[in-house]
């Protein structure tokens, strides 16, 4: 799976004459932008020295009983555990896109709960908010294919790299108990009201 592969669904929705087709596929975009971050995020913890096969299912069990991992605590987890932070990896637009994609995520929490935005967001608004999370999905898978050879679309995010990867504060995560902790403190840190 790759980003074009991943985003085929995307383009079924977006050429389809539904009615529905513009929210679909703002909601379908959002998910799959969300995910690739978990997945390389899950895939650099995975590198550690102490995990191994069998690993993979422990750490699932620590992400699903943690209730606080959002979109921007899987960033903040990744500059915290890679040598680079993600917006250096991203490059130029990172600072403006990563706004936007933030903004989408509060529209996102208000429509998936069948609230009213307040917007009102137009088909044109909404496609518009596809085209920037496929933008920042597409800059990611690329980029960190090139840093680490995975771009968060790969299945299985809980394999080892093809390279050594260089990666920092390794205390912090290479036992299982460990990585709760760390779980915990990038959680509560990033907390906020805004999400649902």
Do not use: P
Request: net charge positive; aromatic share 12%.
């Amino acid at each position: 799976m790759d980003y074009e592969e991943e985003f085929s669904t995307v383009d079924i929705l977006l050429k389809s004459e539904s009615e529905t087709r513009a929210i679909d596929s703002f909601a379908l975009s959002l998910l799959k932008t969300e995910r690739q971050m978990r997945r390389i995020f899950t895939f650099l913890i995975f590198q550690h020295n102490n995990y191994g096969s069998g690993d993979g299912i422990k750490l699932i069990k620590v992400l699903v009983d943690n209730k606080d991992m959002y979109f921007d605590n899987f960033i903040e987890g990744i500059d915290l555990v890679f040598y680079k932070t993600v917006a250096e990896v991203y490059g130029h637009d990172y600072n403006d896109d990563f706004k936007q994609i933030k903004k989408i995520t509060l529209d996102r929490n208000k429509i998936f709960h069948g609230q009213v935005t307040g917007k009102k967001l137009t088909r044109t608004e909404l496609i518009d908010s596809v085209t920037l999370m496929r933008k920042w999905c597409k800059n990611i898978a690329g980029k960190f294919k090139e840093e680490i050879k995975y771009d968060g679309f790969g299945r299985n995010a809980y394999q080892k790299a093809e390279v050594k990867l260089k990666l920092k504060n390794i205390e912090k995560f290479g036992t299982v108990d460990n990585y709760k902790s760390f779980l915990r403190t990038i959680g509560r840190k990033k907390k906020r009201n805004n999400y649902a």
